[in-house]
Structures are given as C-alpha cells and as structure tokens.
C-alpha cells in the first residue's frame, strides 16, 4: 500500500521550547550547512542511503532523495526560553561551537530572538531566567502559546510547524491520575493543577494548533496517556522521549551484539561527567530521577532477564550523572560491563566515551522535525515508534514494550519508509537469491 503523502511544499517552521546548547547547535550547524562550510554528519536524513529492491538491484538512493522532506533551505527556526538572549549569544555561552564557526552565520542566528517561556521553578529548581509569559492561569498560557505559533507561523510564511521539546529536564513526575484521561486532564487545566508541568502546556498548545510535537527529554509530555488521547482527537503526530545520544547510543549498539551472541551480562555500571546548563539541571535529584529512569529502561529490554534467566537474571544497573563544569559540554562516560562466556568464564568491557553532547543531538533534532513533517503529511498520527531510532524511551501503543536495539529500530525506520512510499519491505531473508541460482543451473 502507497500512502498519499502531501509534498513538503513551503517552508517548514522548526519551533523549539529551550533555546539552550542542543537547540542553537542545530540551528548554526544547519546555516552553516546552508552557506556550503559544512556537511550534515550524523543526520541520517541527509547522509543516509536507503536500499530499495534486492541487492543485485542497486538502488540505493540518499533518504532525503527517496521520500519528499523538507529542504535544508526551506527551515525557519524559532522557540522559546526563559533566558532573553538571541541564539548567537546562547551559542557563545554554551562553547559548543568554535567563535570562527559562529562568526560565519552570525546574522543568521542574531535574527533569532526567544519568544517568552511558560516556566514554573518547581519542576526546574537550579534554573532561574526572567523572559517568561506573566499569564497566570494554565489555560491563558495555551493561549499565548498558541497565539505565538499563529504569529511565527504567519510572519515567516511558513506552509507547517514541527516542535520539538529542547528544553530543560524537568522533575520527575508519574503518568497517574490527570495525566491518564483526557477529561481529567481538562478539568485538571481548568482547576489551574500546580502538578501540570510547562512542557505539557506546549505540548497542549501545539496539538491544538495541528502541529506535531517531540519531547527530546525525559520528562513526562507527549507520553501522558490524555495527550496521547488529544493528539489522536486532532489527528496530530507525537513522538517521544528523551534524545539517544552519547552513552545510551552505545549501549543500544553493544548490548544487542552481546546478547545476539547469547553471552551473559552480569553487571554494566555507567558513570558521566558533564558540565553544561543540562549537567547543572540534572544536578537536581528531582531532576536526575527523570534521566535515571529514562537510561535505566533500555538494558532491562535488549538484556531480557525473563526470556533469558541464565544470562541477565542477575544483571546489576546502575547509571551515575555527575555536575563537572570544568568538562562544559565534553561529556565523558564511562562504562564497565562484566560479562561471562562459555562455562562461565567472566570478562570485561570498558568503554571510555569522550564525547559532544550537543555534536550528537543536533542532527537527531533535525531528522526527528524532518520525519515528524513526513508522518504528519503522509496522515499518520498519534504515536510515531518508528522514530524511537532516536530515542532513549521510545513512545508505543498502550502496552507494547519498547523496543531498544538499534539495529531494529533502524530496519523499522528504513521499512516505514519504504512502506509508505509503496516499496517492498525487506526482511533480509536472502533466500530467493539462491533459489534463483538453483533455477538457472536446472
Ligand atoms: N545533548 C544531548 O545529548 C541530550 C540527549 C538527550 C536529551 N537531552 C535533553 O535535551 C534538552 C536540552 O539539552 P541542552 O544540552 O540543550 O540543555 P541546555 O540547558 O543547554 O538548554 C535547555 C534550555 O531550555 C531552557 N528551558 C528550560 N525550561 C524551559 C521552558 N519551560 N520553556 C522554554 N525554555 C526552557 C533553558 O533555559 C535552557 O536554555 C535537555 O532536557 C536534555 O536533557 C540532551
């Protein structure tokens, strides 16, 4: 079946609530991309091929070539944040990029000024910035969100509107009472509830205005079951959570290999240091507990101990964060993995990870509001889980697991697409290329 998917005609508005590290690394990089000085490593949509058909068919096209996403060229960026700097200050304080780099789309990012942020210091104590909207009430904040995707929308001629949550991790909160109902989650908005966090509140505002939303941190948003609810209501495509990035991203990339060759894993103890503003909020334990949880989840289902008891039953987690300023967004991690092999002969792995947050998460952002785009113009709404390529907790159907191994997510990814552009989806089975030897020598 071939979907009817609508042409990324326009320009396509990339709003994104926090303005921080993340954030203003996707927008120089894409601007500096635009003006011929760099490439778009690391995003899958651009760089990445997609092969179609059988191998001996050599049609391997770039997936920016094979399904109709919207150009480099054509991206307006906006968002919001409590702190009022435009996004070559916020890029300059966030040392992620080299001066020379910025220097050279410096007017392309000084024209980009927050709009004022819904923030609420309860669920984000170690921050503190005065650009945020003076409403009071819960539903006069979805308004004024709404009125400042109408605005930005309109001023910049934009044809659609993707938002992708950059912002702050908030504390940890559970998806129990009004966040399981949508009518509880109304009447909870109306009585002004203080448990309803801001992001939920552009969350809110964005479904209400058609416009697909992702939540790149862990915090409870687009994963609530009522907004689950509302998005389907508004026919709006949803995405979450929590960008996979550095120590996560290679968890998922050995864990599977580990288990694929069915070697036990007995213990995988993983520390960080960061010292960026993410690194300052998650210094919070109210705030860590949301990361913790988020990080936690990925080994329990690659490293099944329930299918598997002999190998992961006594498999022992445990995930450290730890605040180093001195390391700014050079994050570093550390991992120790002992694991067991044949008659039970125990080795080790470490991996020291001496990484760029922000270098990783930028073009993740980029691909998630490209593919958003897609699904929302190809009509598929609701729960988006072929993008859990790209996340640490990926968002599915009520009670289906997650599913965490890289390697899968990306042939889920690769077949959606091929799904919906009417191409046969490839199970690598590979059989068929030797009956056909076996039939020409007959
Ligand atoms: N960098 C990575 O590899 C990575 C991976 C996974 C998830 N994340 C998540 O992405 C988010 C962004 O990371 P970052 O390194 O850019 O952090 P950052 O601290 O540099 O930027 C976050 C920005 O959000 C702003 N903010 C906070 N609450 C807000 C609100 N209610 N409205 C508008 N703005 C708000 C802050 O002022 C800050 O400028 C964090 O939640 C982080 O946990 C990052």
């Given at each position: 079946m071939k979907y009817k998917i609508k042409e990324a005609t326009g320009k396509l508005g990339i709003l994104m609530p926090g303005l921080g590290a993340v954030a203003t690394t996707l927008i120089a990089g894409v601007a500096s991309v635009n003006k011929g000085l760099s490439l778009p490593i690391g995003s899958v949509s651009q760089m990445s091929r997609i092969r179609l058909g059988k191998r001996t068919e050599d049609r391997n096209p770039l997936i920016k070539d094979f399904v109709p996403l919207a150009g480099l060229q054509d991206i307006v960026f906006g968002g919001w944040d409590l702190y009022a700097d435009n996004v070559f200050e916020a890029a300059s304080k966030a040392k992620v990029l080299e001066a020379h780099q910025l220097e050279a789309v410096r007017e392309d990012l000084e024209k980009i000024v927050p709009m004022k942020a819904v923030f609420n210091r309860d669920f984000v104590k170690n921050l503190d910035g005065d650009h945020v909207k003076t409403q009071t009430t819960h539903r006069e904040l979805i308004e004024a969100l709404r009125a400042d995707i109408k605005t930005f929308k309109a001023e910049n001629n934009l044809d659609r509107v993707v938002i992708v949550w950059c912002g702050s991790t908030e504390k940890y909160i559970d998806a129990e009472d009004i966040f399981t109902e949508l009518p509880k989650l109304e009447q909870a908005l109306d009585n002004n509830d203080d448990r309803i966090p801001p992001s939920m509140l552009y969350c809110y505002a964005a479904i209400l205005e058609g416009v697909p939303y992702v939540n790149g941190a862990p915090n409870l948003t687009c994963d609530a079951p009522a907004i689950v609810e509302l998005a389907l209501e508004n026919n709006v495509a949803i995405a979450g959570k929590d960008f996979k990035t550095g120590q996560t991203l290679?968890?998922?990339?050995?864990?599977?290999?580990?288990?694929?060759?069915?070697?036990?894993?007995?213990?995988?103890?993983?520390?960080?240091?960061?010292?960026?503003?993410?690194?300052?909020?998650?210094?919070?334990?109210d705030n860590f507990k949301t990361k913790e949880v988020s990080k936690l989840s990925v080994l329990e289902e690659i490293l099944d101990a329930n299918k598997n008891p002999e190998l992961y039953g006594d498999l022992y987690h445990k995930v450290r964060i730890n605040y180093y300023p001195p390391h700014g967004d050079n994050k570093e991690s550390w991992d120790n993995i002992d694991i067991f092999g044949w008659m039970g002969y125990k080795m080790q792995i470490k991996i020291n990870f001496l990484c760029r947050d922000s270098i990783l998460a930028a073009p993740v952002v980029l691909d998630l509001a490209l593919f958003i785009d897609l699904a929302q113009r190809s009509e598929m709404y609701g729960v988006q889980e072929w993008l859990s390529f790209y996340l640490k907790s990926p968002q599915t159907a009520p009670g289906l697991p997650a599913e965490h191994d890289i390697f899968k997510q990306l042939m889920k990814l690769q077949n959606t697409l091929r799904h919906i552009k009417g191409e046969d989806l490839i199970t690598h089975l590979g059989l068929d290329y030797y009956q056909e030897l076996i039939e020409s020598i007959q």
């Open positions: 290679m968890k998922t990339i050995v864990a599977p290999g580990l288990q694929a060759r069915a070697l036990g894993v007995e213990g995988w103890f993983s520390t960080n240091i960061l010292g960026n503003r993410d690194g300052l909020v998650l210094d919070d334990p």
